[in-house]
């Protein structure tokens, strides 16, 4: 018998898991077969918009990921896809409007609002940022990202000593976290502290080896404690 290959996903919960494996062909594929039984289903057209980002085809992303926010604009989620089609086409004016909905709608939601909070650093608006990831960790006040999120964005205001606890705090939720690790060393060796620094950076490199920064912040470390 001729060996068809893989069996392309029709049904939308086999595209959403070919999306997570990122197998976003078939994740295209399983979105415009369901959308050639129902052109009006939301769900389909917010999976189409999201396969084709991970192809790196955001122009064709852009009017499944419009259609999926007319059509169901209280769905934070759509809006969150939509804001990243408009990262891609280098809008992040309209990114910013639709992360912020997406944050009115679900305030616990973490990927609105670490996105939101990224762009804001991005745009320097550090304090604004910084406000982002509090009101996140009201909602979420164990997750680690919004933690390192929050040290991120008072670090970039100079706001020091809070931006420290944030990172530690970070580091207490999950002490395996390469990038926290390194932002504390980071921000440690920034204030003249290479030798507190040295023992978060060299942690950093052993629970990710292939992270570059924290490589360059543990020879900092070392630079800084021979001066």
């Not at 396969?51 to 209280?74: C, F």
């Not at 809070?162 to 990172?167: M, T, W």
Request: proline share 5%.
């Amino acid at each position: 018998m001729t060996d068809l290959g893989p069996k392309v996903p029709t049904s939308l919960a086999a595209g959403s898991l070919a999306l997570r494996d990122r197998r976003f062909e078939a994740a295209a594929g399983a979105a415009r077969h369901r959308l050639a039984q129902d052109a009006d289903d939301v769900d389909a057209l917010s999976l189409l918009a999201r396969a084709l980002l991970g192809m790196r085809r955001p122009k064709e992303a852009l009017v499944p990921a419009q259609k999926a926010v007319g059509r169901s604009p209280t769905v934070a989620g759509f809006h969150v896809t939509l804001a990243r089609v408009y990262e891609a086409h280098e809008r992040p004016g309209d990114a910013e409007a639709h992360l912020r909905e997406a944050t009115l709608l679900d305030p616990g939601d973490i990927e609105a609002a670490t996105r939101l909070g990224q762009l804001l650093r991005r745009r320097r608006h550090h304090r604004e940022a910084a406000r982002v990831f509090q009101r996140l960790l009201r909602e979420r006040p164990e997750n680690e990202q919004a933690w390192l999120g929050l040290g991120n964005a008072r670090r970039a205001a100079k706001q020091l000593d809070e931006a420290e606890a944030a990172y530690r705090r970070a580091i207490e939720l999950h002490p395996a976290s390469a990038f926290a690790r390194n932002a504390l060393a980071v921000a440690l060796v920034d204030a003249k502290r290479p030798d507190e620094a040295l023992p978060h950076a060299r942690a950093a490199v052993r629970h990710n080896d292939g992270l570059i920064d924290a490589r360059v912040t543990l020879a900092r470390c070392l630079v800084g404690l021979k001066r």
